[in-house]
């Protein structure tokens, strides 16, 4: 499974760069960067904690749900409204991305929260042990954004980059949605007691600086890379750091 996930997304990332034009190839490096960077750090190692914690028995479902569900929420937004800030001041790029980049910006805020709520629950399947649905879900997420692009580039007429864009945006949405579905109705409605969330909390951050440091370095130095190189320019790094 994790061979096809890779092949689907080598082909997708082909897709993409050949429909879309040179310059907006780099804003869509951009687009799948900015969030994993603020969701891998601002999540304080949360995900690792949840897998831990569900699968030794110390949170039960319901409360393991009631956790990737509050986290999501209450991470989410304030990451959502630093993505919005970082983009609009252009920390990390320069005048001509960013102004590619400003007509998006709603759906980048919009997006953050969905994106804690799937690396969350991709963390409560893992630690339950679902690991088909857990593959399930990782096919899912490769091949909705593909699907999506092409579906709202021909048959809908909307623009390469808008295409890609919401194609990428509602795909992330379903994708974090659906390993939440087909749960057991026990877990439902999420409890969420104070222990569901700072058990977790407690056992992720001392470990959280030495996984998120690499990624964030290795981030940062493409959003750095970002902002000395033209959009035109930038689409060939993004290719290039893709394959």
């Known amino acids: 499974v994790a061979v096809l996930v890779l092949i689907i997304r080598f082909v997708k990332n082909i897709v993409i760069s050949r429909v879309l034009e040179p310059e907006f190839r780099g804003v869509w490096g951009l687009l799948n960067v900015i969030p994993d960077v603020l969701v891998s750090v601002g999540l304080f190692g949360l995900g690792a904690s949840i897998t831990y914690h569900v699968g030794k028995g110390k949170l039960s479902a319901g409360q393991a749900l009631g956790a990737v569900l509050g986290a999501s929420l209450l991470l989410g937004l304030p990451l959502g409204l630093a993505a919005g800030g970082l983009i609009d001041r252009g920390v990390f790029w320069n005048r001509e991305e960013g102004g590619l980049l400003a007509p998006h910006l ?138």
């Open 106 to 243: 709603p759906v980048i805020v919009a997006i953050i929260p969905f994106f804690c709520l799937r690396l969350l629950g991709n963390a409560f399947l893992l630690g339950s042990g679902r690991i088909a649905q857990l593959n399930l879900c990782r096919l899912f997420e490769s091949l909705c954004p593909l699907l999506l692009f092409l579906a709202f580039l021909f048959p809908l007429g909307f623009g390469s980059l808008d295409a890609a864009v919401y194609g990428w945006f509602w795909a992330m949405i379903a994708a974090s949605l659906v390993p939440l579905l087909p749960l057991p109705s026990v877990v439902y409605p999420p409890r969420m007691p104070g222990a569901a969330l700072s058990g977790p909390a407690g056992f992720g951050l001392p470990a959280h600086p030495g996984s998120a440091l690499p990624l964030l370095f290795l981030r940062v130095y493409m959003l750095f890379i970002a902002s000395l190189l033209l959009p035109a320019h930038l689409a060939y790094y993004f290719v290039a750091v893709s394959i």
